[in-house]
């Protein structure tokens, strides 16, 4: 199978890189996120809340199979954009690795961490709120320690994915055809007209 599996930090670009690539070559565009909540009902924020680390990883590995049995039984390649903690499931990772190339978009810290703080809201307590799961539970008390937090796990997760990825490409704060045709050129690929 020839389907491109994009990986990164929250706020890559791996869900709008995914739905342009997909035009592009003329791939079904799957987001895994999206596919956990489908078979959930839940979000995979609400699962991990919840539930629990074990609970959400589990999710994601059935949402993971299920979409690795629709696309082998159909014999189809799609582009797949996956949530930016699957480093860390070696089930799911093994079961999409089977369906093609692992893209690693890695995106500036400085850009991932402007979208993540952008996101972040102050209550009337003075607490933030709205903040990725693994900031929250830092339980930060200022943007600037949220930006801390992110270094710490960014640092981190990028080692894993270079790791992990068959293809790295830089991601520019360029216009998003430019960064679409990066990865097609990493990949050697050309659009279809």
Known sequence: MNSIILMGIKHCGKSTQGKLLSAALNFDFFDIDDLITELNG??????FTEKG????MSAEEAACRTLSEKLTREKRNAVIATGGGICNNKN???ILHSLGK????KTPEKTAA????REVVTLQD???TNM??????KNPHSIN??????HEFFVQRVKIYTQLSDVTVEMSNAPKNVNTKQILDALNLKAKA
Request: charged fraction near 30%; include cysteine; glycine fraction near 2%.
């Open 42 to 47: 839940k979000t995979p924020r609400e699962i």
């Open 53 to 56: 680390e074990e609970a959400f």
């Open 92 to 94: 799911a990772l093994d």
């Open 102 to 105: 692992f893209v690693f978009l």
């Open 114 to 117: 402007d979208r993540i703080v």
């Open 126 to 128: 003075g607490s933030l």
């Open 132 to 137: 990725p799961a693994y900031i929250a539970k």
């Open 145 to 150: 320690e949220v930006r801390t937090c992110f």
